[in-house]
Protein backbone atom coordinates (compact mmCIF):
# COMPACT_ATOMS: atom_id res chain seq x y z
CA UNK A 1 0.00 0.00 0.00
CA UNK A 2 1.39 3.13 -1.19
CA UNK A 3 2.02 6.23 1.25
CA UNK A 4 -0.89 7.86 -1.13
CA UNK A 5 -3.46 5.41 -0.48
CA UNK A 6 -2.69 5.63 3.55
CA UNK A 7 -3.12 9.27 3.95
CA UNK A 8 -6.89 8.78 1.82
CA UNK A 9 -7.38 6.08 4.07
CA UNK A 10 -6.36 8.35 7.39
CA UNK A 11 -8.40 11.22 5.96
CA UNK A 12 -11.02 9.38 5.14
CA UNK A 13 -11.18 8.00 8.94
CA UNK A 14 -10.74 11.49 10.40
CA UNK A 15 -13.63 12.81 8.04
CA UNK A 16 -16.14 9.86 9.19
CA UNK A 17 -15.35 10.44 12.16
CA UNK A 18 -16.14 14.20 11.97
CA UNK A 19 -19.10 13.24 10.76
CA UNK A 20 -20.74 11.11 13.40
CA UNK A 21 -19.43 13.49 15.89
CA UNK A 22 -21.32 16.64 14.09
CA UNK A 23 -24.38 14.19 14.14
CA UNK A 24 -24.15 13.44 17.80
CA UNK A 25 -23.74 17.38 18.61
CA UNK A 26 -26.43 18.39 16.59
CA UNK A 27 -28.86 15.34 17.99
CA UNK A 28 -27.91 17.04 21.59
CA UNK A 29 -28.75 20.24 20.16
CA UNK A 30 -31.84 19.48 18.99
CA UNK A 31 -32.59 17.25 22.51
CA UNK A 32 -32.21 19.92 24.57
CA UNK A 33 -34.27 22.14 22.74
CA UNK A 34 -37.06 20.16 22.63
CA UNK A 35 -36.66 19.54 26.47
CA UNK A 36 -36.71 23.34 26.98
CA UNK A 37 -39.67 23.98 24.65
CA UNK A 38 -41.91 20.91 26.38
CA UNK A 39 -40.62 19.80 29.63
CA UNK A 40 -41.51 22.07 32.87
CA UNK A 41 -38.10 20.42 34.20
CA UNK A 42 -37.15 23.79 35.75
CA UNK A 43 -35.34 24.23 39.11
CA UNK A 44 -38.15 23.60 41.50
CA UNK A 45 -37.55 26.38 44.25
CA UNK A 46 -40.13 24.16 46.16
CA UNK A 47 -37.66 21.12 46.51
CA UNK A 48 -34.70 23.35 48.01
CA UNK A 49 -33.86 23.26 51.46
CA UNK A 50 -34.55 25.80 54.06
CA UNK A 51 -31.61 27.42 53.36
CA UNK A 52 -30.84 27.75 50.14
CA UNK A 53 -34.82 28.55 49.19
CA UNK A 54 -34.81 31.84 51.01
CA UNK A 55 -38.22 33.37 51.45
CA UNK A 56 -41.36 30.51 51.26
CA UNK A 57 -43.54 30.18 48.87
CA UNK A 58 -46.85 31.15 49.80
CA UNK A 59 -50.08 29.49 47.76
CA UNK A 60 -52.58 31.57 46.05
CA UNK A 61 -55.83 31.54 47.95
CA UNK A 62 -58.83 33.61 46.44
CA UNK A 63 -61.71 32.33 47.93
CA UNK A 64 -65.00 34.30 45.92
CA UNK A 65 -68.31 33.76 47.29
CA UNK A 66 -71.34 35.08 45.70
CA UNK A 67 -71.89 38.51 44.91
CA UNK A 68 -74.49 40.45 46.70
CA UNK A 69 -75.78 43.41 45.14
CA UNK A 70 -76.59 46.09 47.98
CA UNK A 71 -80.10 48.28 47.06
CA UNK A 72 -81.26 51.00 48.47
CA UNK A 73 -83.90 53.60 47.31
CA UNK A 74 -82.45 56.34 45.91
CA UNK A 75 -79.23 56.46 44.21
CA UNK A 76 -77.42 54.71 41.18
CA UNK A 77 -74.82 52.17 41.60
CA UNK A 78 -72.80 51.54 38.01
CA UNK A 79 -71.00 48.76 37.11
CA UNK A 80 -67.94 49.29 35.01
CA UNK A 81 -69.48 50.12 31.39
CA UNK A 82 -72.74 50.44 32.51
CA UNK A 83 -76.19 51.34 34.95
CA UNK A 84 -77.86 50.16 37.32
CA UNK A 85 -80.55 52.35 38.71
CA UNK A 86 -81.51 52.48 42.50
CA UNK A 87 -78.81 50.80 44.20
CA UNK A 88 -76.38 51.27 46.44
CA UNK A 89 -72.81 50.26 46.15
CA UNK A 90 -72.68 46.98 44.90
CA UNK A 91 -69.77 44.44 46.26
CA UNK A 92 -68.76 40.74 46.42
CA UNK A 93 -69.12 38.98 49.80
CA UNK A 94 -65.64 36.78 50.42
CA UNK A 95 -62.49 37.75 48.53
CA UNK A 96 -59.10 37.24 47.98
CA UNK A 97 -57.85 36.00 51.48
CA UNK A 98 -54.29 35.20 52.66
CA UNK A 99 -51.25 36.05 51.94
CA UNK A 100 -51.30 35.88 48.06
CA UNK A 101 -49.99 33.18 45.50
CA UNK A 102 -47.55 33.54 42.72
CA UNK A 103 -49.29 31.37 40.06
CA UNK A 104 -46.20 28.92 39.58
CA UNK A 105 -43.37 30.84 40.37
CA UNK A 106 -41.50 32.07 43.74
CA UNK A 107 -42.43 34.21 46.01
CA UNK A 108 -39.66 36.79 46.61
CA UNK A 109 -40.79 39.30 49.07
CA UNK A 110 -43.62 39.67 51.68
CA UNK A 111 -47.05 41.36 50.36
CA UNK A 112 -47.73 44.74 50.12
CA UNK A 113 -50.05 44.22 53.12
CA UNK A 114 -47.20 43.47 55.20
CA UNK A 115 -45.10 46.50 53.64
CA UNK A 116 -45.04 48.49 56.32
CA UNK A 117 -41.98 46.28 57.61
CA UNK A 118 -39.93 46.84 54.50
CA UNK A 119 -37.21 49.49 52.86
CA UNK A 120 -38.63 51.85 50.73
CA UNK A 121 -37.00 50.03 47.83
CA UNK A 122 -39.12 46.63 48.98
CA UNK A 123 -41.93 48.39 48.76
CA UNK A 124 -41.41 49.60 45.49
CA UNK A 125 -40.31 46.42 44.39
CA UNK A 126 -43.66 44.82 45.99
CA UNK A 127 -45.95 47.39 44.46
CA UNK A 128 -44.29 46.32 40.67
CA UNK A 129 -44.27 42.95 40.81
CA UNK A 130 -47.08 42.03 43.64
CA UNK A 131 -47.18 37.78 44.83
CA UNK A 132 -50.98 38.35 44.74
CA UNK A 133 -52.04 39.67 41.31
CA UNK A 134 -48.92 38.97 39.37
CA UNK A 135 -47.81 36.03 37.81
CA UNK A 136 -44.22 35.80 39.16
CA UNK A 137 -42.07 35.35 36.68
CA UNK A 138 -38.19 33.71 38.11
CA UNK A 139 -35.05 34.61 36.17
CA UNK A 140 -32.15 32.63 37.01
CA UNK A 141 -28.96 34.69 35.85
CA UNK A 142 -25.65 33.01 34.70
CA UNK A 143 -23.89 35.90 36.08
CA UNK A 144 -24.00 39.50 38.05
CA UNK A 145 -25.48 41.82 35.56
CA UNK A 146 -25.89 46.11 35.56
CA UNK A 147 -29.11 47.17 35.29
CA UNK A 148 -27.57 49.71 32.64
CA UNK A 149 -27.11 46.55 30.32
CA UNK A 150 -30.68 44.70 30.82
CA UNK A 151 -32.82 47.77 30.86
CA UNK A 152 -32.73 48.43 27.48
CA UNK A 153 -33.63 44.60 26.64
CA UNK A 154 -36.14 44.24 29.55
CA UNK A 155 -38.03 47.81 27.64
CA UNK A 156 -38.64 45.28 25.05
CA UNK A 157 -40.89 43.06 26.94
CA UNK A 158 -43.77 45.98 28.85
CA UNK A 159 -46.83 45.04 27.84
CA UNK A 160 -49.01 41.25 26.99
CA UNK A 161 -52.20 42.34 25.67
CA UNK A 162 -53.35 45.29 27.65
CA UNK A 163 -51.41 43.32 30.86
CA UNK A 164 -48.51 45.36 31.98
CA UNK A 165 -44.86 43.46 32.62
CA UNK A 166 -42.81 44.35 35.46
CA UNK A 167 -39.25 43.28 36.50
CA UNK A 168 -37.07 44.06 39.78
CA UNK A 169 -34.12 42.49 40.99
CA UNK A 170 -32.10 41.11 43.77
CA UNK A 171 -29.37 43.79 44.27
CA UNK A 172 -25.88 42.58 45.28
CA UNK A 173 -26.93 43.87 49.25
CA UNK A 174 -29.75 41.11 49.67
CA UNK A 175 -32.48 43.74 48.88
CA UNK A 176 -35.14 43.23 45.69
CA UNK A 177 -35.29 46.49 44.06
CA UNK A 178 -36.82 47.98 40.96
CA UNK A 179 -33.95 47.68 38.45
CA UNK A 180 -32.07 51.16 37.95
CA UNK A 181 -29.02 52.79 36.18
CA UNK A 182 -25.76 51.49 38.46
CA UNK A 183 -28.05 48.90 40.30
CA UNK A 184 -26.20 45.05 39.87
CA UNK A 185 -28.29 42.02 40.50
CA UNK A 186 -27.84 38.07 41.39
CA UNK A 187 -31.14 37.44 40.14
CA UNK A 188 -34.04 38.79 38.14
CA UNK A 189 -38.05 38.58 38.88
CA UNK A 190 -40.57 39.37 36.59
CA UNK A 191 -44.40 39.62 36.80
CA UNK A 192 -47.04 39.98 34.32
CA UNK A 193 -50.47 41.26 35.75
CA UNK A 194 -53.12 38.28 35.77
CA UNK A 195 -55.89 40.33 35.21
CA UNK A 196 -57.48 44.16 34.47
CA UNK A 197 -61.17 46.24 34.75
CA UNK A 198 -61.94 44.45 31.48
CA UNK A 199 -60.12 41.03 30.62
CA UNK A 200 -58.55 38.06 32.54
CA UNK A 201 -55.08 36.85 31.53
CA UNK A 202 -55.61 34.68 28.74
CA UNK A 203 -54.17 31.64 26.85
CA UNK A 204 -53.16 33.86 23.81
CA UNK A 205 -51.62 36.34 25.74
CA UNK A 206 -49.88 34.01 28.21
CA UNK A 207 -48.32 32.35 24.88
CA UNK A 208 -46.52 35.28 23.43
CA UNK A 209 -45.51 36.30 26.78
CA UNK A 210 -43.91 33.25 27.51
CA UNK A 211 -42.14 32.85 23.51
CA UNK A 212 -40.87 36.55 23.70
CA UNK A 213 -39.63 35.92 27.49
CA UNK A 214 -37.79 33.26 26.73
CA UNK A 215 -36.16 36.10 23.50
CA UNK A 216 -35.57 38.21 26.20
CA UNK A 217 -33.69 36.15 28.49
CA UNK A 218 -31.21 34.57 26.07
CA UNK A 219 -30.11 38.25 25.51
CA UNK A 220 -29.79 39.14 29.01
CA UNK A 221 -27.75 35.59 29.86
CA UNK A 222 -30.76 34.07 32.58
CA UNK A 223 -32.49 31.40 31.92
CA UNK A 224 -36.76 31.47 32.77
CA UNK A 225 -38.68 29.70 35.14
CA UNK A 226 -41.78 29.37 33.05
CA UNK A 227 -45.07 28.24 35.28
CA UNK A 228 -47.61 26.04 34.27
CA UNK A 229 -50.32 27.43 31.65
CA UNK A 230 -53.29 25.71 33.25
CA UNK A 231 -52.50 26.93 36.37
CA UNK A 232 -51.72 30.77 35.27
CA UNK A 233 -55.01 30.81 33.77
CA UNK A 234 -57.37 29.51 36.38
CA UNK A 235 -55.94 32.16 38.80
CA UNK A 236 -56.43 34.63 36.50
CA UNK A 237 -60.10 33.62 35.84
CA UNK A 238 -60.55 33.65 39.77
CA UNK A 239 -58.81 37.35 40.13
CA UNK A 240 -60.74 38.80 37.09
CA UNK A 241 -63.87 37.59 38.90
CA UNK A 242 -63.00 39.39 42.14
CA UNK A 243 -62.31 42.34 40.57
CA UNK A 244 -65.92 41.86 38.24
CA UNK A 245 -67.99 41.70 41.45
CA UNK A 246 -66.03 44.63 43.16
CA UNK A 247 -66.11 47.20 40.26
CA UNK A 248 -68.53 49.77 42.00
CA UNK A 249 -69.07 53.10 40.49
CA UNK A 250 -71.78 54.57 42.58
CA UNK A 251 -73.57 58.21 41.46
CA UNK A 252 -75.94 60.63 42.65
CA UNK A 253 -77.70 63.45 40.03
CA UNK A 254 -78.29 67.06 40.69
CA UNK A 255 -81.61 68.33 38.85
CA UNK A 256 -82.30 71.77 37.79
CA UNK A 257 -85.39 73.44 39.80
CA UNK A 258 -85.94 75.47 36.93
CA UNK A 259 -84.41 76.19 33.68
CA UNK A 260 -81.35 74.11 32.64
CA UNK A 261 -78.24 75.98 33.62
CA UNK A 262 -76.00 77.29 31.28
CA UNK A 263 -72.73 75.51 30.23
CA UNK A 264 -71.28 78.77 31.03
CA UNK A 265 -72.52 79.71 34.32
CA UNK A 266 -71.67 76.07 35.67
CA UNK A 267 -67.77 76.46 34.89
CA UNK A 268 -67.72 79.03 37.24
CA UNK A 269 -69.95 77.25 39.80
CA UNK A 270 -67.36 74.32 39.64
CA UNK A 271 -64.02 75.88 39.64
CA UNK A 272 -65.28 77.84 43.00
CA UNK A 273 -66.46 74.33 44.31
CA UNK A 274 -62.59 72.92 43.93
CA UNK A 275 -63.40 71.15 40.68
CA UNK A 276 -60.28 70.65 37.93
CA UNK A 277 -61.08 70.36 34.27
CA UNK A 278 -58.73 67.29 33.01
CA UNK A 279 -57.55 67.70 29.63
CA UNK A 280 -60.45 65.14 28.59
CA UNK A 281 -63.04 67.39 29.27
CA UNK A 282 -63.57 65.35 32.51
CA UNK A 283 -64.37 67.45 35.96
CA UNK A 284 -62.71 65.89 38.73
CA UNK A 285 -62.59 66.55 42.53
CA UNK A 286 -58.59 66.48 43.42
CA UNK A 287 -57.57 64.64 46.14
CA UNK A 288 -54.61 66.27 47.23
CA UNK A 289 -52.17 63.86 46.50
CA UNK A 290 -52.54 64.09 42.14
CA UNK A 291 -55.05 61.90 42.19
CA UNK A 292 -59.10 62.35 42.23
CA UNK A 293 -61.82 61.44 44.72
CA UNK A 294 -64.70 62.00 42.29
CA UNK A 295 -65.58 63.43 38.58
CA UNK A 296 -68.61 65.41 37.48
CA UNK A 297 -70.69 64.74 33.81
CA UNK A 298 -72.81 67.76 32.40
CA UNK A 299 -74.44 64.90 30.69
CA UNK A 300 -74.61 66.52 27.32
CA UNK A 301 -71.64 66.69 24.51
CA UNK A 302 -69.35 69.96 24.41
CA UNK A 303 -71.72 71.37 21.16
CA UNK A 304 -74.35 71.38 24.13
CA UNK A 305 -74.81 75.40 25.18
CA UNK A 306 -77.27 74.11 28.74
CA UNK A 307 -77.66 70.96 30.82
CA UNK A 308 -80.57 70.04 32.94
CA UNK A 309 -78.60 67.75 35.36
CA UNK A 310 -75.41 67.10 36.54
CA UNK A 311 -73.68 63.41 37.59
CA UNK A 312 -71.22 62.89 40.42
CA UNK A 313 -70.08 59.40 40.08
CA UNK A 314 -67.32 57.81 42.58
CA UNK A 315 -64.89 55.06 41.47
CA UNK A 316 -65.54 53.23 44.82
CA UNK A 317 -62.11 50.55 44.64
CA UNK A 318 -60.39 53.37 43.77
CA UNK A 319 -60.79 55.77 46.63
CA UNK A 320 -59.38 54.52 50.27
CA UNK A 321 -61.67 54.73 53.01
CA UNK A 322 -59.88 57.09 54.80
CA UNK A 323 -60.69 59.71 52.20
CA UNK A 324 -64.53 59.32 52.49
CA UNK A 325 -65.31 59.63 48.97
CA UNK A 326 -68.79 59.38 49.31
CA UNK A 327 -69.20 61.27 52.05
CA UNK A 328 -67.28 64.18 50.03
CA UNK A 329 -69.50 63.63 47.15
CA UNK A 330 -72.65 63.99 48.99
CA UNK A 331 -71.82 66.97 51.02
CA UNK A 332 -70.39 68.48 46.83
CA UNK A 333 -73.76 67.96 45.43
CA UNK A 334 -75.73 69.73 48.36
CA UNK A 335 -73.38 72.33 48.01
CA UNK A 336 -74.43 72.83 44.21
CA UNK A 337 -77.64 72.25 44.92
CA UNK A 338 -78.04 75.01 46.71
CA UNK A 339 -75.89 77.00 44.56
CA UNK A 340 -77.70 76.48 41.68
CA UNK A 341 -80.84 75.45 42.98
CA UNK A 342 -81.19 72.36 42.08
CA UNK A 343 -82.25 68.46 43.48
CA UNK A 344 -80.19 65.77 44.58
CA UNK A 345 -82.33 62.66 43.07
CA UNK A 346 -81.27 58.90 41.75
CA UNK A 347 -81.59 57.95 38.11
CA UNK A 348 -85.08 58.43 38.16
CA UNK A 349 -85.06 61.84 39.27
CA UNK A 350 -86.72 60.88 42.58
CA UNK A 351 -85.27 63.43 45.06
CA UNK A 352 -83.15 61.80 47.44
CA UNK A 353 -83.49 61.92 51.50
CA UNK A 354 -80.37 61.97 54.10
CA UNK A 355 -81.98 58.62 55.67
CA UNK A 356 -81.47 56.78 51.71
CA UNK A 357 -78.38 58.26 51.37
CA UNK A 358 -76.89 57.38 55.35
CA UNK A 359 -78.16 53.89 54.17
CA UNK A 360 -76.06 54.02 51.37
CA UNK A 361 -72.69 55.07 53.28
CA UNK A 362 -73.38 52.39 55.32
CA UNK A 363 -73.06 49.80 52.07
CA UNK A 364 -70.17 51.84 50.92
CA UNK A 365 -68.25 51.13 54.40
CA UNK A 366 -69.53 47.33 54.24
CA UNK A 367 -67.92 47.40 50.95
CA UNK A 368 -64.45 48.86 52.02
CA UNK A 369 -64.46 46.01 54.65
CA UNK A 370 -64.94 43.22 52.26
CA UNK A 371 -61.78 44.59 49.88
CA UNK A 372 -59.98 44.84 53.22
CA UNK A 373 -60.60 41.49 54.47
CA UNK A 374 -59.69 39.94 51.03
CA UNK A 375 -56.40 41.92 51.29
CA UNK A 376 -56.96 44.41 48.11
CA UNK A 377 -57.78 47.58 50.39
CA UNK A 378 -59.38 50.62 48.54
CA UNK A 379 -57.01 53.01 46.84
CA UNK A 380 -54.07 50.46 47.82
CA UNK A 381 -51.57 50.25 45.06
CA UNK A 382 -53.16 47.10 44.43
CA UNK A 383 -56.94 48.16 43.93
CA UNK A 384 -55.37 50.90 41.56
CA UNK A 385 -53.93 48.58 39.70
CA UNK A 386 -56.98 46.48 39.13
CA UNK A 387 -59.56 48.99 38.66
CA UNK A 388 -57.89 52.44 37.52
Not at 18 to 27: C, I, T
Not at 33 to 60: Q, W, Y
Not at 312 to 340: E, H, N, Q
Request: aromatic share 6%; net charge negative; proline share 5%.
Amino acid sequence: MTDLQMSLIAASGVFIVGVVAYNKWQEYKAKKSVERAFSSDHDDVLMRPDGEAGVPRHEPSFSLGETDAAAAAGASARSHGGSAGGAGAAGGSGGVGGAGGDAGGESYAPTAHEAGTLTPAAEQATALVDPLIDCLLPLALEAPVRGDKILPVLQKLRLVGNKPVHYIGLHVNGDWEPIVHGGVYTELQGGVQLASRSTALNELEYSELVTRLRAMADEIGAEPAIPDMMEVMAEAKTLHRFVSSHDAQLGVNLHTNGAPWAISTLLGALEKQGFDVRPDGRYVMPDGDGGHLFSLSTNVTLAEETTPRLTLLLDVPCVAPSRDGFGAMIACAKSLAGRLDGTIVDDYSQALSDEALAEIAGQVRDFYADMESSDIPAGSTRALRLFC
